[in-house]
Each structure stands twice: as C-alpha cells, then as structure tokens.
C-alpha cells in the first residue's frame, strides 16, 4: 500500500509527513485506530476530490473524508492504509441568494461563518450544532447535524435543497433543486444527508435560509432536579409553546463548566435549562414560558439582548471543553421520545452509579435527545490511547447499557452524531436484519469497491 504512487494533485495538496498525517488522522470522538494511514490529500476544488478517488479506486486505496474533525462517532478517524481527503480548504460561498433565500456553498464552509453571511442580509441558516463556530457544512450533511435549534427548525436535512457528490469512482452527480419543492424521482439529496461519507464526498450544497428573527428571548432556569426540568419543558409544550430552544445540564456537568469557567451556576441550582423564544411572538412566547418555568424552578433570569444571551448560551457551549479538560470523553447521542426523557436520564445515573463511571448528561429537552458523556482517566496522564484497548471495560459497558436503553425506550443509538465507527455494531440491533442488509446493497450501488469510509456505516 506505502508503495503507491500518491494521488495526482498540484505541489502541497498532498503529504505523507508524520506531523501532517498525525494533525489530521483523528477526530472528536476520542478514538484512535490501529496502524498509520497513508497520508493526506487537500482538496482545493471539485475536480481534485475526483482525482483523488479516481486514483483511490484504480488501486484500491480506502478513503476517509475530513472536514473540520469535529465529529464525535469516529467517523473521520483514518485506519491503517487509508487516504485521507481533507475538505476544510473548499470553503467558499458561491452564492447567498435573499430572494430565494438559499446559499450554494463548497462543504468546508463553517456554520458560523455561513449563519453570519446570511445575517448580514436579513437571513439565517438555522441548523446550529454546538460546534458551529469550527464543524463545517460538509461534515454537518454528513451527519446529519443536529443542534440547539432542532426542536423549532429541525436538523440538517431539513435545511438542504441539492448536492454535488462525487461518487467513489470519480464520477459527478448533482441531486435536487434549487426551488423550495421537487418531487422528480427518488430522493437522492435526503439519502445522502446522513450518510456518513458511505455513498459519496459532498463537495457543493445548495441550502435552504429562513428570515432572520426579528426578536428572541432567553430564559435561563435552575431546578432541585433533571426530572422537575424536564416536567417544565413539558409543561411549556403543552402550553402550545414551540420554542426554538430548550437545553438542559444535568448538576454534575454544571459544576464542570463552573471549574472550568470559574462562574458559580451551581450555587443557583442542580440543573440548568436553557429556552429560547424566536420570531414575531417571541415575547409572548417568552412570557408563557417565564410563568410556566417560574412554577417550579429556584431561579429564573431572562434575557432579551443579544450580550445577555451569548452569555447564557455560552455555558452550554462550554460544556464539552469543560468535560475534556477532566479526561478522555465518549459522547453518547441516543434519542427517545420526549415522554420518556426523564425516564431515560433517571437509567443513565443509575448506569454510572451501577459501573462507578462518570457520566455527565447534556439534552436537547424539546426533542427527547440526550448526550451522556462518559469521561475516563485523565489527559495528562493517560492520552488518547490507542483503539479501544484505551477504553476500560467498564465504560463500554456503561455505553452499551445506555444503548439498550435507549432502545427499550423506543428511541435510538444516534440522534445526530451518527453511527461512525464506535457504534457500528449497534446498528444492526437498532434497525433489524432485513432492513440491514438492504442498506448494505445500496452501499454497494455507490461504491462497489468499497473504498469509502472504510469499517463505517452498515
């Protein structure tokens, strides 16, 4: 494999250099597979993402995509042998249309910087993962990023319109539309939202802007316990409530971000829910949701102004630096409905009572989504390790009974960070045998070779 001439790209768009593939092998998630990969192709255009993968599937060589490497499931983590084809340098905007209200964008645009584009015409993109401010948008249709703003806007597919993609042998294909509706065939573009880099590299998107809001209100509450919160959230949806935010911190992950931010949100309670209200009847909204909250919780502090609110929000953005700086983090990302959210947070504290495993949980409330974050050992002592030999029994036994939980409940192993590597043999339990298999078929329509996201997806 090492012997292989390296892809035929101009002078510095390829490297073999130790740093340069160490800089670029891993992702977020904290896994690190076994052997070296064979080095990295930086893509400048559509056309070097071609001549990557024709040269890739002429000799075989397994391809694993990277944007910013912000992913949590193992999914831009290089094994032994592969090519890696980093995205982060097609980064422009191409268009940024305020009567269609669409923008075309290269997949290493970042998610902040296209949301401020948009703003700057009176539009937003609204899908906002929580690492917006460094995940790309190629990496976020990957995945099917979800976010804060899920629960009132959706996640990303519901924002994307069309596609470019590069299939494995280098062919180009370009799926959906630019207009608002198109039913003409079968859904390609939503088939390969989602897809993990399994069927094809997205190298341009075309995606759907909304009006910016014209107010927003942020309430930040502080409860005696993640049940009593979660009771208020579904007292606010009952009200009829739909909020464009609703975001908890369970006591141990407050205490976390107060250590590492040297703020004092513990003292005001054991857990921390943050809602948001967006649009015309923002303050209406926020007013119901104020009485409601006011019922229950310690404390109530509200915010109408944008300084207030970036720093209300910005405990929930520093949440997993914070859990990071404690150790090695596993981010789990299982869904249930929203009936059973507390159900479900109330079984994850007692797995990690049960194992002796930290586990701090983190949810997306109005959509029954949950991140429990398993943190072991320590990162000045113990490092990223290597494979999963690093990770000790106990957490994956923890991760595992957190799966089946999930599932027991009705949910899902992955609400939005995906399947990747380190979930891979939980797919098969969630989604069946026949249903397995058929999505193993049509990997191979795409990619007969298989060269793709090598041991990713099903």
Same mark, same amino acid.
């Given at each position: 494999?090492?012997?292989?001439?390296?892809p035929p790209l101009p002078d510095g768009q390829w490297s073999r250099q130790d740093a340069v593939v160490d800089a670029h092998r891993l992702d977020r998630s904290g896994w690190q597979p076994e052997g070296r990969p064979l080095g990295v192709a930086f893509a400048h255009s559509a056309d070097d993402v071609r001549a990557v993968l024709r040269h890739a599937s002429r000799y075989g060589i397994p391809v694993t995509v990277r944007g910013a490497g912000t992913g949590l499931a193992g999914g831009a983590a290089a094994p032994d042998g592969a090519l890696i084809l980093d995205l982060h340098r097609m980064n422009h905007i191409r268009e940024l249309s305020r009567t269609d209200q669409v923008a075309v964008v290269e997949p290493g645009?970042?998610?902040?910087?296209?949301d401020r584009a948009?703003?700057?015409?009176?539009?937003?993109?609204?899908p906002d993962p929580a690492s917006s401010a460094i995940s790309t948008i190629g990496g976020n249709i990957a995945t099917n990023a979800g976010g804060l703003r899920c629960a009132k806007y959706g996640v990303t597919r519901e924002s994307v319109l069309g596609?470019?993609?590069?299939l494995a042998d280098g062919e180009i294909i370009r799926t959906g539309q630019r207009s608002v509706k198109g039913v003409a065939g079968y859904d390609l573009t939503s088939l390969f939202v989602?897809?993990?880099g399994t069927l094809g590299v997205v190298v341009g998107a075309t995606l759907r802007l909304r009006p910016a809001p014209v107010g927003t209100v942020t309430l930040a509450a502080f409860f005696d316990s993640f049940g009593t919160a979660v009771d208020a959230v579904t007292g606010i949806a009952a009200a009829g409530i739909v909020v464009a935010m609703a975001e908890l911190l369970d006591g141990p992950t407050v205490r976390a971000v107060d250590a590492a931010t040297g703020g004092n949100l513990a003292l005001r309670g054991e857990t921390l829910l943050l809602v948001q209200t967006d649009g015309p009847g923002a303050g209406r909204e926020g007013d119901a949701a104020e009485e409601i909250l006011r019922g229950s919780a310690r404390d109530v502090?509200?915010?109408?102004? %944008?300084?207030?609110?970036r720093q209300l929000l910005a405990a929930r953005r520093a949440a997993l630096p914070s859990l990071e700086r404690l150790g090695r983090v596993l981010i789990e990302d299982i869904a249930v409905p929203r009936s059973q959210l507390a159900r479900a947070a109330a079984r994850v504290a007692e797995i990690g009572a049960d194992t002796g495993v930290?586990?701090?949980?983190?949810?997306?409330?109005a959509d029954g989504n949950l991140h429990p974050i398993i943190v072991v050992g320590r990162p000045d002592v113990d490092g990223p390790g290597s494979g999963s030999a690093a990770i000790p029994a106990a957490a994956w036994y923890a991760a595992e009974r957190i799966f089946r939980t999930a599932l027991e409940l009705g949910g899902t192993v992955t609400g939005e960070h995906g399947i990747g590597v380190l979930k891979r043999q939980w797919l098969g339990? %969630?989604?069946?045998e026949t249903n397995l298999h058929l999505q193993r078929r049509l990997r191979r329509v795409f990619d007969p070779a298989g060269i793709l996201a090598p041991g990713h997806g099903p």
């Open positions: 494999m090492t012997d292989v001439r390296p645009v970042i998610t902040d910087d296209l948009a703003r700057a015409v009176g539009l937003t993109y609204a596609l470019e993609v590069v989602g897809s993990e502090q509200r915010s109408a102004d %944008e300084r207030t609110t930290q586990i701090f949980t983190i949810a997306h409330a339990t %969630e989604l069946g």
